[in-house]
C-alpha cells in the first residue's frame, strides 16, 4: 500500500509564495509520474502539475504555468510544488497524486492520493 502525506499549505498574501511537499511511503514505491491536483469550493478537481519519475518531464495547467514549479527527489520519495506569484484564485485544496503506469492530467489515471493540503491566497 502506498501513502501520499502532503505537507507546506497555509494562508499567505497575494504575491507571495508556498512548497508544498509530498511525502510518499509503503511498499517498493516507483510510479511512472506524480501529480499536483487541486480542488476549490464548489468545483471540480483540477490537473496543476505532473512530473515523470524519472524527472525527463513535467507538464503544467496553463492557468500555473511560469508561476508554479514541481520537482522531485527519488531518494527522499518526494515531490515537491513550488508556488510562486500566487493568486487569490489559487486558493484550493491542494492533493498529491500517484500514477503507477501513466503520463496524464486526468485525475482518473492516478492510483494513489493524499489527504489534501489547504492553501489559501488573500488579497
Known amino acids: 500500500q502506498v501513502q501520499l502525506v502532503e505537507s507546506g499549505g497555509g494562508l499567505v498574501q497575494a504575491g507571495g509564495s508556498l512548497r508544498l511537499s509530498c511525502a510518499a511511503s509503503?511498499?517498493?514505491?516507483?510510479?511512472?509520474?506524480m501529480g499536483w491536483f487541486r480542488q476549490a469550493p464548489g468545483q471540480e478537481r483540477e490537473f496543476v502539475s505532473a512530473i515523470k519519475w524519472s524527472g525527463l518531464s513535467a507538464n503544467y495547467a496553463d492557468s500555473v504555468k511560469g508561476r508554479f514549479t514541481i520537482s522531485r527527489d527519488n531518494a527522499k520519495n518526494t515531490v515537491y510544488l513550488q508556488m510562486n506569484s500566487l493568486k487569490p484564485e489559487d486558493t484550493a485544496i491542494y492533493y498529491c497524486?500517484?500514477?503507477?503506469?501513466?503520463?496524464?492530467?486526468?485525475?482518473?489515471?492516478?492510483?494513489?492520493w493524499g489527504q489534501g493540503t489547504q492553501v489559501t491566497v488573500s488579497s
Open positions: 509503503g511498499r517498493t514505491f516507483s510510479p511512472r509520474s
Open positions: 497524486a500517484a500514477s503507477q503506469s501513466s503520463w496524464s492530467s486526468r485525475k482518473f489515471d492516478y492510483e494513489y
